[in-house]
C-alpha cells in the first residue's frame, strides 16, 4: 500500500503533516482519519485502519492536528473549534488533490471533532467514531489539579502521556460550547457506527449510549469486547478496520473496480498487512474481503485462515455448489449438503519411491433429504467433477510476472 508524507495548510496557515494512504489499484473513494486528544496520526490503530482501507480502494488522509505531532504551529493557541476547522481544511485539500471525502473516522476526541465537522462537510456519506466523549469537555479530566490552575491564572502546564502541555483557559472555554448532541440532530442522512470499549477506562462506555441514542437512523454500535482506549492490541485494531470497512460500504458511492478481459472472475489482491508477522489481507474483485495468517505455532496471529484453509475452502464450496446445481436440474429431493475439508501430506505409493509426500484433501459430504440410495452415489460422483477438484486433481499452470515495486 503506497503511504506518502505530505502538508497542507491547517486552518491558521500553519502547515499540518500527513500521511495519504492510497489503494494500490484504482481509488474508489476517499476518507479521513482524526486522531485522538494530544496524540498523533502515526499511533498504531489510525496506521491499521488505514491501511486496511486502503486495501479496499479507499485513500486515508490521517494528519497531525495543529501543534501536535510533525504539524507546525503552537498547541497551546488551539482549541476543539480549531480541530474542527483543521478537519474542513484537511477536506478541501484531499477534494481538490483526489476527491472529496465520503468517510470520516475520529479517535476519542477526533470522533466528537468528526461528528461536529461532518455537518459541514456536505459530500460526507458516513461518519465512525472510536472511544469518542458525548461531551468534548470530558477531555478536561485528563487535566487533574491543573484544572483550578488554568481556570484562575488563565493558563497551566499539563502532563498527558508522558509530554508536557500548555492548556488555556481559552481552551475550556471553547470546548465547554460545543454540543454533540445537537450537531447529531443535524446529521441528515449520514450514517454513524459507534465503537466502543467497555474496559475503555479513559472514555467510559457510557459515552457510546448517549452518542447513540442522540443519533438518528442510519446508525450502528459495535462494542471492542477487550480493547482499550488507544486500540493498541493489533487483533483489536484489526477487528476495528474490518468492521469499520465492511460498515462503510453500505453507504459510501463507491467508484466500480474494472474487470479485466482476461480474468473473469475478476482480480484477488493478496497484500501484506504484518511485515512483522504473516497476516494478509485479500480483496476479491474490490468486493469481498478476507483474511489469511498462520497458526501462533508457525509465528502468526491466528487473525484468518491459513492458506491451506483458504484452498480446502474453495473446494468444499466448489463441490457443494456442484452439487446442488445437479441436483436442482435433475429435481433430486436434496434438502441441504455440508462438505467438511480438511488437508494433510502423507506418503503416497508414487511419492514412497521418491521420499517425499503428496497432498490429501479429504472431504466428508453429508447429504440431508428423501434421497435414495442411486441419487447418493450419483451425487457423490458429481462431487467429484466440481471444477476445483479438477483442478486439484489434474494440473494447472502458474505464471508468476514481476510487477515492480508499490
Not at 503533516?17 to 482519519?33: N, Y
Not at 510533525?70 to 483543521?86: A, K, L, R, V, Y
Amino acid at each position: 500500500m503506497p503511504s506518502q508524507k505530505i502538508t497542507f495548510p491547517g486552518h491558521s496557515g500553519d502547515m499540518l503533516a500527513a500521511r495519504l494512504d492510497t489503494p494500490d489499484g484504482p481509488l474508489r473513494a476517499c476518507a479521513i482519519f482524526a486522531h485522538c486528544f494530544t496524540c498523533s496520526k502515526d499511533i498504531a490503530a489510525a496506521r491499521q485502519i488505514s491501511g486496511h482501507l486502503a486495501a479496499q480502494g479507499i485513500a486515508v488522509l490521517r494528519f497531525d492536528f495543529t501543534g501536535l505531532g510533525h504539524s507546525d504551529g503552537e498547541f497551546g493557541n488551539t482549541d476543539f473549534s480549531s480541530n474542527i476547522e483543521d478537519l474542513v481544511a484537511a477536506a478541501a485539500f484531499l477534494e481538490a488533490e483526489h476527491g472529496a471525502p465520503q468517510l470520516l473516522i475520529g479517535h476519542s476526541l477526533g470522533g466528537a471533532a468528526v461528528i461536529r465537522a461532518a455537518t459541514r462537510l456536505p459530500l460526507v456519506r458516513a461518519v465512525a467514531t472510536i472511544g469518542a466523549p458525548a461531551d468534548p469537555a470530558h477531555v478536561t479530566n485528563n487535566f487533574g489539579a491543573a484544572l483550578d490552575k488554568i481556570r484562575d491564572q488563565g493558563a497551566a502546564e499539563v502532563s498527558l502521556g508522558g509530554r508536557n502541555f500548555t492548556i488555556r483557559k481559552a481552551f475550556l472555554d471553547d470546548i465547554s460550547g460545543h454540543d454533540i448532541a445537537e450537531a447529531l440532530g443535524n446529521f441528515g442522512k449520514r450514517a454513524l457506527l459507534v465503537l466502543h470499549a467497555p474496559l475503555d477506562a479513559v472514555v467510559g462506555i457510557e459515552n457510546a449510549a448517549e452518542i447513540f441514542l442522540a443519533a438518528k437512523h442510519p446508525k450502528s454500535f459495535v462494542t471492542l469486547d477487550t480493547a482499550d482506549h488507544l486500540v493498541s492490541q493489533q487483533a483489536d485494531a484489526t477487528y476495528a478496520a474490518e468492521v469499520i470497512s465492511t460498515w462503510s460500504r453500505r453507504y459510501l458511492a463507491l467508484a466500480p473496480c474494472p474487470v479485466p478481459e482476461d480474468a473473469p472472475e475478476g482480480v484477488v489482491r493478496v497484500r501484506e498487512a504484518d511485515a512483522a508477522g504473516f497476516l494478509q489481507d485479500i480483496i476479491i474483485n474490490a468486493r469481498h474481503e478476507l483474511r489469511a495468517d498462520e497458526p501462533e505455532s508457525f509465528g502468526g496471529t491466528d487473525l484468518g485462515p491459513s492458506p491451506y484453509q483458504l484452498v480446502s475452502a474453495g473446494l468444499g464450496a466448489c463441490t457443494s455448489m456442484t452439487m446442488r446445481m445437479y441436483a436442482r436440474r435433475k429435481k433430486m429431493p436434496l434438502a441441504h449438503v455440508v462438505v467438511d475439508v480438511t488437508h494433510n501430506k502423507q506418503h503416497a505409493d508414487e511419492a514412497e519411491k521418491s521420499g517425499g509426500k503428496v497432498d490429501v484433501f479429504r472431504r466428508e459430504i453429508r447429504m440431508e433429504g428423501d434421497l435414495s440410495a442411486e441419487d447418493r452415489a450419483k451425487l457423490m460422483e458429481i462431487a467429484d467433477k466440481c471444477p476445483v477438484h479438477k483442478t486439484l486433481h489434474q494440473s494447472a499452470e502458474i505464471v508468476s510476472v514481476e510487477m515492480g515495486g508499490a
